[in-house]
Every structure is written in C-alpha cells, then in structure tokens.
C-alpha cells in the first residue's frame, strides 16, 4: 500500500450502511467491505473516464487484498476513496480505502489489480489512451 505522506484521493464517495450489512455483533460484516469498494470503484470510472461503453468493456479483478483495521459500527459515518496508483499495459492497481468520516481514521484498506477485458472477443484489451489521459490528468500521474 502507498505511504501515508502520499495518502491524497480526489475521489471521495459517502457510503450508506444497510440494516443488513451489520451483523449481531453490531458492527459491518468484513464482505461488505468489498461492496463498498466495488460501489466506488465504479463511481471513480463513471466520474473520471467520460464515454465508456460498458456493454462492451469490463473492468475484472484479478488480485484483491485487504486489510481490515478497525471496526465499522452500524452508526458510523463512512467514506470510500479511490485512486488510481499504477497504469500497465492491460493492467493497473487502484488502491482505496473506507475512512470514518468523523475522525478521518482508516477503518479499510484495499489494493486491486485490474484488467480490461473485451466482452464480445472474450479476451483482454489494452489500457485505452483515452482512459490513460483522463486519469493521469485526474490523478496528477
């Protein structure tokens, strides 16, 4: 994961937690977590990448790691951030995070890597340029 002194996201996103994503010991189930990556993940791209045919491209998970660092309870106020660290080829790493936004404390960490994948040839496609600019240009690459 990036270092804290680099720890800035543009991409800021309240989340809501749902009766049922907090279990009986009153705090958010640890699978959650990644719903409410995925929620914002997908908010990032619509925000930042401006004309995606998502009929035809898909954005697939190929690693995932976590760390859960402190707990979510079903009252807390949350956030996601999303940022973009690394752009491949056909890959890149987005690294996010859930914080509390009361406190600023970092209840999650998340880094991905992610390949675009061609939904009629079935196949990964290369990072489009038009992607490429859009957040180099977002995130400050």
């Known amino acids: 994961m990036t270092d804290e002194k680099d720890n800035v996201f543009h991409h800021v996103m309240p989340l809501q937690i749902r009766f049922n994503d907090v279990d009986k010991f009153g705090h958010v189930n640890n699978t959650i977590y990644f719903q409410f990556y995925d929620t914002t993940k997908t ?5 930042v990448c401006k004309g995606v045919n998502w009929e035809k491209i898909a954005i697939v998970v190929v690693k995932i790691e976590a760390e859960f ?5 079903g009252d807390s106020h ?3 951030r999303t940022r973009v660290v690394k752009i491949g080829n056909k890959s890149f790493h987005l690294e996010q995070d859930v914080i509390d936004i009361d406190t600023n404390e970092i209840k999650s960490k998340c880094m991905s890597v992610m390949v675009l994948y061609d939904l009629q040839q079935q196949q990964t ?12 240009a977002y995130e400050g690459l």
Do not use: H
């Not at 908010?43 to 925000?47: I, L, P």
């Not at 660092?69 to 309870?73: G, K």
């Not at 496609?125 to 180099?136: A, H, K, L, M």
């Open 125 to 136: 496609i290369p990072f489009p340029d038009e992607w490429r600019r859009d957040i180099i």
């Open 69 to 73: 660092l402190a707990q979510i309870r």
């Open 43 to 47: 908010d990032y791209f619509a925000s």
């Open 78 to 80: 949350i956030a996601g």
